[in-house]
């Protein structure tokens, strides 16, 4: 089953734009992941933060995270056409590193 | 990060057939493998998770005797997709963690098309 849902489900930029994602879950946490994935690719992990986390950057990204509206969001500042491709929001589910998905956001940067 | 070697990335098979997908840690040594399935512009749907030495643990819905996983090996994890019907066709990602940080590292997955 899936954690939550994202939105947009589609995303068209500019390159030199801001990207931004936003991912809502169902069930307490104890920390949210963000992935990225190529088309046909396996997934790469982006960021971690915490359930006592509320703000957590590295390089060109920037997540937050309200525990109140039990939601994230992922910037990505600058875009790169390179940049292109599916963002996913993950959260554990009772076991250790078992992740759920949410639903994901395609991104196309254009140059 | 840890690597995980996933083989083969793409496979073609008739009805009726099985296909075995394996997953394999290069660096490290996964005690547990997850198993996920991805159709189009879908988001990942966790199937099963692999237990070295142990049954695997699937999820509600996930059929056992159609999706047969081994962990027999601290290196190696299998999915066998039993009598393959085109419903089956998808693509099939594992991934495992390491140690307490939480974050999962994934194979390159594999496309499995049934004619």
């Known amino acids: 089953s899936q954690q939550g849902e994202e939105d947009p489900q589609a995303l068209s930029i500019q390159e030199g734009e801001n990207a931004t994602m936003n991912c809502s879950y169902k069930?307490?946490?104890?920390?949210l992941q963000w992935y990225r994935q190529n088309s046909g690719r396996g997934l790469v992990h982006l960021i971690l933060i915490r359930s006592n986390e509320r703000e957590k950057h590295s390089g060109r990204l920037r997540v937050t995270l309200d525990t109140s509206k039990k939601s994230s969001s992922l910037l990505i500042t600058a875009s790169r056409a390179a940049d292109t491709a599916s963002y996913f929001c993950a959260t554990e589910a009772g076991g250790y590193n078992k992740l759920i998905f949410g639903a994901g956001t395609r991104l196309a940067v254009h140059p | 990060g840890a690597v995980v070697s996933q083989h083969p990335s793409w496979v073609i098979c008739k009805s009726g057939t099985s296909v075995k997908i394996e997953c394999r840690s290069l660096?490290?040594?996964?005690?547990?493998m997850f198993w996920y399935r991805q159709f189009p512009k879908q988001s990942l749907m966790l199937m099963a998770t692999?237990?070295?030495?142990?049954?695997?643990?699937?999820e509600q819905g996930v059929e056992k005797d159609k999706f047969l996983i081994n962990h027999a090996s601290l290196t190696l994890s299998t999915l066998t997709v039993t009598s393959a019907h085109p419903e089956d066709s998808s693509f099939y990602i594992c991934g495992t963690g390491q140690g307490a940080t939480g974050e999962l590292f994934f194979g390159e997955g594999s496309r499995l098309t049934v004619l």
């Open positions: 069930t307490s946490i104890n920390n």
């Open positions: 660096d490290f040594q996964a005690t547990t």
């Open positions: 692999s237990n070295e030495g142990s049954k695997a643990t699937y």
